[in-house]
Nanobody, 122 residues
Framework: QVQLVESGGGLVQAGDSLRLSCAAS????????MGWFRQAPGKEREFVAA????????DYADSVKGRFTISRDNTKNTGYLQMNSLKPEDTDIYYC???????????????WGQGTQVTVSS
């Protein structure tokens, strides 16, 4: 099974950019749909974006469309979330996730990273 480790979070100002990375190990990364989610303490986990096995198809939450870009490099077993024009409401813990089941969207993810904190100050 695949293990996931996120990195790249931090404290930035509104309007800045960050790129999150998700390093995968223990499995064949190209077999897994990859997604990004976010969650604040006391709130429900929110779907952010997902990308297909080969990276040709993506899906985004309305709240991040046009600002965030999900991508993957299967040769490096790594996924990415480029976040531009960050807003204070983007402050959350960001998690990457993976699944073998087909289709994008927010369901049926079996494997999760430990999360990385993103804080956007106004």
């Amino acid at each position: 099974q695949v293990q996931l480790v996120e990195s790249g979070g931090g404290l930035v100002q509104a309007g800045d950019s960050l790129r999150l990375s998700c390093a995968a190990s223990g499995g064949t990364f190209s077999w897994y749909v990859m997604g990004w989610f976010r969650q604040a303490p006391g709130k429900e986990r929110e779907f952010v974006a997902a990308i297909s096995l080969g990276g040709l198809t993506t899906d985004y939450a309305d709240s991040v469309k046009g600002r965030f870009t999900i991508s993957r490099d299967n040769t490096k077993n790594t996924g990415y979330l480029q976040m531009n024009s960050l807003k204070p409401e983007d402050t959350d813990i960001y998690y990457c996730a993976a699944k073998r089941s087909p289709g994008l969207g927010s369901s049926n993810y079996n494997y999760w990273g430990q999360g990385t904190q993103v804080t956007v100050s106004s």
